[in-house]
């Protein structure tokens, strides 16, 4: 129990681990897929989809729009420039449906954010695309229960460190708790803080990363994160 002792701030990543997110871009995937049946067999699209995806990351950033136009750069690439513009307007459709999406909480995390927020400092640390994710902390109704919210565009030390400066925050006092290994684990670790990991049923391949053998601890849902902190 020792892992958890003397916490004063804890960080909450925000997709997939306060609220369901890759379910939905897993959807869309399966969608593409049905769209472009007749030009591409749906490994070799996610495998060329995967491709576009990471080389846009440095321009688009994180998110749904970069999303969708690396689904019509990815379809106009798999039909040698043939695809048809409605299919291009439904790539549109997709993302816009996504982008409205209602946000729905994972099990227990209402419960367990309203009750870790009289006790402790709460952070919330997202990335992604500045207005989506403000539409989904606003309408996330958890908003209030957080002392600070912080939309990144990467989650490196370089940034933690930054983020926990402005807040004044001392890293061996600090828990971040998230889905990702790559994001909100090992960049945490390094900084000399903690971190619990909630692993979501999907992971999108960009953020898989080798787990390390210890340093963090991994929990099974947000259930279990108050134990943890002896409450
Ligand atoms: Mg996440």
Not at 105 to 125: K, N, P, Q, Y
Request: some cysteine; hydrophobic content about 45%; overall charge negative.
């Amino acid at each position: 129990m020792t892992h958890c002792n003397n916490i004063v701030t804890i960080g909450f990543d925000g997709d997939d681990t306060l609220w369901h997110n890759e379910s939905l871009f897993s959807l869309t995937q399966e969608r593409f897929r049905a769209l472009l049946s007749q030009s591409a067999d749906p490994a070799a699209l996610d495998r060329r989809l995967l491709e576009v995806e990471r080389a846009n990351l440095g321009v688009y950033g994180y998110g749904i729009k970069g999303f969708v136009l690396s689904l019509i750069e990815t379809a106009i690439t798999v039909t040698d420039g043939r695809v048809p513009a409605r299919d291009l307007q439904a790539l549109i459709e997709f993302g816009k449906a996504m982008l409205q999406h209602p946000v729905e909480l994972l099990d227990g995390v209402a419960e367990v954010v309203e009750a870790l927020s009289g006790r402790f400092r709460l952070l919330l640390i997202t990335k992604g695309d500045l207005f989506d994710q403000e539409s989904k902390i606003a309408r996330s109704g958890l908003a209030e229960r957080f002392h600070g919210v912080e939309i990144v565009s990467e989650k490196d030390p370089a940034t933690y460190r930054r983020v926990l400066e402005r807040h004044g925050v001392d890293p061996a006092g600090f828990l971040m708790v998230g889905n990702s290994v790559r994001s909100d684990i090992l960049p945490v670790l390094e900084i000399g803080a903690r971190a619990v990991h909630i692993p979501y049923h999907i992971t999108w391949a960009h953020e898989l990363a080798e787990a390390p053998a210890d340093g963090y601890l991994g929990i099974g849902t947000m259930r279990d994160l108050p134990r943890l902190l002896g409450l």
